[in-house]
């Protein structure tokens, strides 16, 4: 039987797990407050696939149009009440996440298992005001959701293990692979993530090189698959400044964790990478 | 090294190749494929035999111990006066290293590190010493071995080996947390972040030692609290090995490490003494 998914949040991530999803035969109810921004979610999505079809691709038309037929448009909560799994995308806020969740916990079906893909906030705290905590976790998908192969399962204090059982599963089901980490800052990409942005963020407070040498070195020489600053400028300055700053308020303000002045500043001034079209690099057209 | 005989034409052009074993050998090698022949720093008369097709002379020794000072001097004692003298500068600045031979104007520094000396980049330090000349020449030996430069501020660490060791530090923080295990750790970040190794099967890669050393001396340069190295790193840098619950099997060896002090990681040339676990594990189920 395919696996039935509820997404809360059609933002960037919502509509990117919903299009994973789709892709693997799974049901997909994609929940927003905002009729219309469903509606816009999905023809994104339309169009998305549309460049998913190519002559040597692995979908063809009647493959997409058939993702496309697995997605309903849900603005009701309770009418995620069947789902196998309910997916919370919505901004990393912690009241928000906790009423959204103990909302969640009433609706849902006893048997439903609760996610949240928050990228710094506690899956426990986020858990702490449902009556069923056990079945909550974190599920990190990865930007760009669609090519990166790893989902990060973040086992919260009180979360069962036929609760990791069961989303192991369903990513397996997504055709991803999965590690479990602890309900601790930053779980395990993040915090590691935050030494490599870190690093190269006070390497260029220092001026030890530009920018573009910065990343060069770290691409061609280093391996990795993209540099500090063009990641930065991808997710959002304001965005990543915002998540580093709560990773240092979680780590008891470790100098280890500081965030960047840097980016303090660019974010203050509106430069806040691709969606200003400007940010460390300036050629988004 | 290819064996010179009377008879072998020599390459048009030969460099002095000195430092690490692996490291030496691995830049030797590169330098072959250019046809570069490599002189033994040590055979001062293979080195003046050469002298006149001699391009520059590298240094490879990554830790900045007596070593690394002793061979640098024999190299400014022995290479022709105007050759630049191109040393791995990642634990040690280019300057200070300066301060250790009479030229100190002909040396450079450049990332000789474990797991990037094949990049088609590599970066160079320069000190305010160093010539322009210098700088050209060194230039130009990377440029016969088609690598592109590019230069950066003569600092420990420099680019791409400060940021890998933080890295590894923190994923090894982490396991000592608890957050996930190794394994996992290194599956998440090459899947998850495009990492081209898992941060601890970098490590194992670098050397563990090699690892705290730099970070101590990055720690030491900056007086960061940032680059403190985790307990774990310390273990591993020490032993070579994670600690494990089989170590405390009855009557086998238990390894208790005593936490180094700061800039004094153990020497990866020395070999480690590692507890005899077959005697252990036979004496174990004897009884």
């Known amino acids: ?285 | 090294m290819k064996k010179q005989t009377p008879d072998t034409p020599h390459a048009a052009h030969a460099a002095v190749v000195t430092g690490d074993e692996s490291l030496a050998r691995e830049w030797t090698a590169l330098l072959e494929q250019h046809d570069i022949e490599c002189i033994p720093a040590r055979d001062a008369r293979a080195l003046k035999a050469a002298s006149s097709r001699l391009t520059a002379a590298y240094e490879l020794t990554v830790l900045p111990t007596d070593e690394k000072k002793e061979r640098l001097r024999f190299i400014d004692a022995h290479l022709p006066a105007h050759l630049p003298i191109i040393s791995s500068s990642v634990t040690v600045t280019a300057l200070a290293q300066s301060q250790w031979i009479d030229a100190r104007e002909r040396l450079i520094g450049f990332c000789g590190f474990p797991t990037l000396l094949g990049s088609p980049l590599i970066d160079i330090s320069l000190t305010p010493y160093t010539t322009d000349a210098v700088v050209h020449q060194a230039r130009a030996c990377f440029t016969a071995i088609e690598k592109e430069t590019v230069c950066i501020q003569d600092r420990t660490g420099m680019i791409t080996p400060g940021i890998i060791a933080q890295v590894i530090n923190e994923a090894l923080m982490a396991v000592q947390h608890n957050v996930a295990s190794a394994a996992s750790i290194d599956t998440a970040m090459k899947l998850a972040a495009g990492y081209p190794f898992g941060p601890i099967e970098w490590g194992e890669k670098i050397g563990f030692a090699t690892i705290a050393a730099l970070l101590d001396a990055m720690r030491a340069e900056t007086g960061e609290e940032r680059f403190r190295t985790s307990q774990l790193l310390r273990q591993l840098a020490a032993s070579g090995k994670f600690w494990s619950e089989n170590q405390l099997a009855p009557e086998a060896p238990v390894l208790v490490q005593e936490e180094l002090p700061l800039g004094d990681a153990p020497d990866p040339l020395k070999p480690v003494v590692r507890p005899k676990k077959k005697k252990a594990a036979a004496r174990a189920t004897s009884k």
């Open chain 1, 1 to 285: 039987m395919a696996l039935s998914i509820g997404i809360i949040g059609a933002g960037d991530m919502g509509v990117a797990i919903a299009h994973l999803a789709a892709l693997n035969k799974c049901t997909v109810a994609l929940y927003d407050i905002n009729d219309e921004v469903i509606r816009r979610a999905i023809e994104r999505i339309r169009t998305d696939l549309k460049k998913q079809v190519t002559d040597d691709g692995p979908f063809t038309r009647d493959d997409l149009q058939l993702a496309l037929e697995r997605i309903k448009k849900r603005t009701q909560l309770a009418d995620l009440d069947t789902c196998d799994i309910i997916i919370e995308a919505a901004m990393e806020d912690l009241r928000v996440k906790r009423d959204l969740f103990k909302k969640l916990d009433t609706i849902a079906h006893y048997t439903t298992r609760l996610v949240s893909t928050t990228s710094s906030l506690s899956i426990t705290a986020i858990a702490s005001g449902t009556k069923k905590p056990e079945r909550i976790a974190g599920m990190r998908f990865f930007q760009p959701v669609l090519s990166r192969g790893l989902i990060e399962i973040v086992r919260g204090m009180h979360t069962s293990d036929e609760t990791i059982d069961a989303i192991e599963q369903a990513a397996g089901k997504l055709g991803r692979q999965t590690i479990v980490s602890r309900d601790t800052p930053g779980f395990v990409v993040s915090r590691i993530q935050s030494q490599y942005y870190g690093e190269a963020l006070r390497l260029l407070q220092d001026e030890a090189a530009s920018v573009e040498t910065i990343d060069r070195l770290l691409t061609i020489q280093g391996g990795f698959t993209s540099g500090p600053f063009r990641m930065i400028d991808e997710a959002g300055i304001d965005t990543h400044f915002e998540e580093s700053y709560a990773l240092f308020e979680r780590m008891f303000t470790d100098p280890r964790y500081r965030p960047s002045d840097i980016e303090r500043q660019m974010s203050d001034g509106g430069v806040k990478g691709k969606k200003t079209k400007k940010g460390f690099y300036d050629n988004y057209a």
